[in-house]
C-alpha cells in the first residue's frame, strides 16, 4: 500500500484519487467491522446513521487566454499566492545567480525537498498506522456483529434497525481507534491540498512572467531574461516547444507514476481501476495542452513529475522508511525494488 507524491495535473489528480480510493475502500470496510467496547455495559439502543478532484489548472487553460477583463483567471493570476510564487521564483533565481532554466530546475528541487517531501512521508506514517489498525478493526468488528445479532433478537428489531445500529456504533468507535492512535485518514490528504495549489501557483507565475503579465516592476526585464534563459532545444522559454519534446517528456514520465502505482495493486478495487484508467488518460492528454504553454511552464511541470518519481521510489525504501519512523506494515517488502522490476518484467516484457 503505497501512495505516489507527483507533479503535473495528470499526476497531482492520482495522487488526489490513490489514497482517497484506499481509504474509501478501507473507510468501508471499517464501517462494516469497526470495534465496540463492552457494547451492552454502555446500553446498545437502536439508532440511525447520517448517512473533487481539483479542476484543470488555470495554467491548462492559459494558453488560450488570460480571460476576460475580472474573469476568474484574470483575478487568479493577480492573487496574492501567486505574486508571493513571483517572489520565490525572483528570489530563487537572484540567490542562485544562474539562467532561468536552472533556476527553474533548482527550485523546484528545493520546493520538494523543503515541503512536499516531509508531507509525503508524514503521508505514508498516517496511512501506515490505518493499515496496523485493521487487524484488531476487523476482530472487534466480528464481535461486535455478535453483539448487535444477541440484542436483535433479544429486543425483536428488524434487520434494518439492527444493521443501522451496527453502522451507528461502528462509526463511533472507528473515531474513537483513530483518536487513540491520532491517525485520522483525513490526514493524510494534507500532502494534496498543499502540492496542488502550490503547483498552480507557480504555474500561473511562470506564465506571467512569459507573457509579461506579473506583478512587479522588473516583470519586462524577466520576460527578456526568459526569452534567453534557455537552453538545448528550447533557448526561448516564453515560447512553446515546437519540439514537443518537453510535452511528450511530460505525458511519459506521468504514465510512469501511474503504472508504478498500478504494479503495486495486486488487487485493485474497481474504483481504483477506473481511477487509473482516468489518470492515464489525463496524462496523455497534458501532452497537447504542454504544447500550447510557454517552455518555461512545461519545464516547471517536468521537473516537478521526475522529483514526485523519484520521491515516490524513495518512499519505497526501508531504510528511508525507517529514518522517517514510519511504521512497518504487513505489506512492505524488503526489496521493493526488486519487487517493482520482476512485477513491470512480468506486465510487460513477459507477454507473448
Avoid at 485520522?184 to 504555474?203: E, G, N
Avoid at 533557448?235 to 515546437?242: E, I, K, N, Q, R
Avoid at 526501508?318 to 512485477?343: H, M, N, V, W
Amino acid at each position: 500500500m503505497r501512495t505516489s507524491s507527483v507533479g503535473p495535473l495528470a499526476s497531482l489528480l492520482f495522487l488526489v484519487c490513490s489514497p482517497v480510493a484506499m481509504l474509501c475502500r478501507r473507510g468501508a470496510g471499517c464501517l462494516r467491522s469497526l470495534p465496540t467496547l463492552r457494547l451492552r455495559a454502555r446500553g446498545l439502543q437502536p439508532g440511525w446513521s447520517s448517512s473533487r478532484l481539483p479542476a484543470l489548472p488555470v495554467c491548462a487553460a492559459a494558453s488560450v487566454s488570460a480571460a476576460a477583463p475580472g474573469g476568474w483567471y484574470e483575478a487568479l493570476a493577480a492573487s496574492a499566492p501567486v505574486r508571493a510564487a513571483e517572489e520565490v521564483l525572483l528570489g530563487g533565481q537572484a540567490a542562485m545567480g544562474l539562467p532561468w532554466w536552472g533556476s527553474i530546475m533548482l527550485t523546484t528541487v528545493a520546493l520538494r525537498g523543503a515541503v512536499t517531501l516531509p508531507l509525503a512521508a508524514y503521508q505514508h506514517y498516517i496511512l501506515a498506522k490505518v493499515e496496523n489498525l485493521q487487524p484488531e478493526i476487523k476482530s472487534i468488528a466480528k464481535r461486535l456483529n455478535q453483539e448487535v445479532a444477541v440484542c436483535a433478537h433479544r429486543f425483536g428489531w428488524s434487520k434494518r434497525v439492527a444493521r443501522l445500529t451496527y453502522l451507528k456504533n461502528m462509526r463511533r468507535l472507528v473515531s474513537e481507534l483513530y483518536v487513540r492512535d491520532n491517525c485520522h485518514p483525513f490526514k493524510a490528504t494534507v500532502l494534496v491540498w498543499v502540492q496542488i495549489p502550490m503547483w498552480v501557483f507557480i504555474s500561473v507565475a511562470l506564465r506571467n512572467f512569459s507573457t509579461g503579465a506579473a506583478h512587479s516592476e522588473a516583470a519586462v526585464s524577466v520576460q527578456e531574461q526568459l526569452a534567453a534563459g534557455g537552453v538545448l532545444w528550447f533557448p526561448d522559454l516564453t515560447a512553446v516547444d515546437s519540439t514537443w519534446i518537453l510535452p511528450i517528456s511530460v505525458g511519459v514520465v506521468n504514465l510512469l507514476i501511474v503504472e508504478i502505482f498500478a504494479l503495486q495493486k495486486l488487487g485493485m478495487s474497481r474504483f481504483q481501476m477506473y481511477v487509473t484508467h482516468f489518470v492515464r488518460a489525463v496524462s496523455v492528454l497534458m501532452i497537447p495542452i504542454a504544447a500550447t504553454v510557454p517552455s518555461s511552464l512545461v519545464l516547471y511541470w517536468l521537473c516537478s513529475s521526475l522529483l514526485g518519481l523519484s520521491q515516490n521510489l524513495l518512499l519505497r525504501s526501508p531504510g528511508f522508511r525507517q529514518l522517517c519512523r514510519i511504521p512497518r506494515t504487513k505489506s512492505d517488502s524488503e526489496t521493493p525494488y526488486k519487487d517493482l522490476s520482476a512485477a513491470f518484467c512480468a506486465k510487460f516484457l513477459s507477454r507473448k
